[in-house]
C-alpha cells in the first residue's frame, strides 16, 4: 500500500505568516489528492482536491500544489481560525490513506 | 442540503459486536459511494473501507478485513458499518463520508457525518 508522509507533524506561527505543510506519497497518485481540516471537535473538512482545486466556500488563503509524489497546502496569511489539525489523502483509490496530520497552533 | 446522521453513542464490552448507522438526505444514497473513517483518541484519521450502495460491493482495508462487515438498505438511505470481536483498541470516533459518485470520476469525501462514538470498556 501507498502510504503519505506529513510533515511537520506540528507547526507554531504567527497571525499573518505564511506556513507550508508538505505531504509526500510512496509512490505517484498523479494528482489524487485531498487537504482536510478539523479543528478541535469538530468533523474534518475538505479544502482542497485534486491538489490544487479550492473546495467551495474555502477561504483564498488556502492553496495547495504538487503532482506525483510531493504536494504543499500553503496558508498565505495566518489567521486564528486557522488553528487545527491538517490531513492529506489520497483517493486514486483503495486504500485511501490519510497522512498522520500536521498540527497548527497560533505563536 | 446534503446531510448524514449517525447513530449515537454506544459502549461495547471486548469481545462484542457494534453496528453504527448513517442515515443520509439531500441526495440520492445509491449514486455515492459511502466510506468509513475512524479516530481514536487523540490520534489521526484512518480510513476503514467503502461501500457502493448502488451494488453493495465493498471495499475494506487490509487492517479491518475479517473484522468489519459494511452493508446498506437502499429503502432507508441507510448505512451501516459493523466491526466485531472488539478490543479497546477500537475505541474511536467513527464517520460515514460521502465518496465519489458510482461510475463517476474519483472524489474526496466532502460530506461527513457528525461521528459516532463508540467505547469499548469493560
Known amino acids: 500500500d501507498i502510504q503519505m508522509t506529513q510533515s511537520p507533524s506540528s507547526l507554531s506561527a504567527s497571525v499573518g505568516d505564511r506556513v507550508t505543510i508538505t505531504c509526500r506519497a510512496s509512490?505517484?497518485?498523479?494528482?489524487?489528492l485531498a487537504w482536510f481540516q478539523q479543528k478541535p471537535g469538530k468533523v474534518p473538512k475538505l479544502l482542497i482536491y485534486?491538489?490544487?482545486t479550492l473546495q467551495s466556500g474555502v477561504p483564498s488563503r488556502f492553496s495547495g500544489s504538487g503532482s506525483g509524489t510531493d504536494f504543499t497546502l500553503t496558508i498565505s496569511s495566518l489567521q486564528p481560525e486557522d488553528v487545527a489539525t491538517y490531513y492529506c489523502q489520497k483517493y486514486d483509490d483503495a486504500p485511501r490513506t490519510f497522512g498522520q496530520g500536521t498540527r497548527l497552533e497560533i505563536k | 442540503q446534503v446531510q448524514l446522521v449517525q447513530s449515537e453513542i454506544e459502549v461495547k464490552q471486548p469481545g462484542a459486536s457494534v453496528k453504527v448507522s448513517c442515515k443520509v438526505s439531500g441526495y440520492t444514497f445509491t449514486d455515492y459511494y459511502m466510506h468509513w473513517v475512524r479516530q481514536a483518541p487523540g490520534q489521526g484519521l484512518e480510513w476503514m473501507g467503502w461501500i457502493n450502495p448502488k451494488s453493495g460491493g465493498t471495499k475494506y482495508a487490509q487492517k479491518f478485513q475479517g473484522g468489519v462487515t459494511m452493508t446498506r438498505d437502499t429503502s432507508i438511505s441507510t448505512a451501516y458499518m459493523e466491526l466485531s470481536r472488539l478490543t479497546s483498541d477500537d475505541t474511536a470516533v467513527y464517520y460515514c463520508a460521502r465518496g465519489s459518485r458510482v461510475a463517476g470520476i474519483r472524489f474526496p469525501s466532502d460530506y461527513w457525518g457528525q461521528g459516532t462514538l463508540v467505547t469499548v470498556s469493560s
Open positions: 509512490q505517484g497518485i498523479t494528482n489524487y
Open positions: 485534486a491538489a490544487s
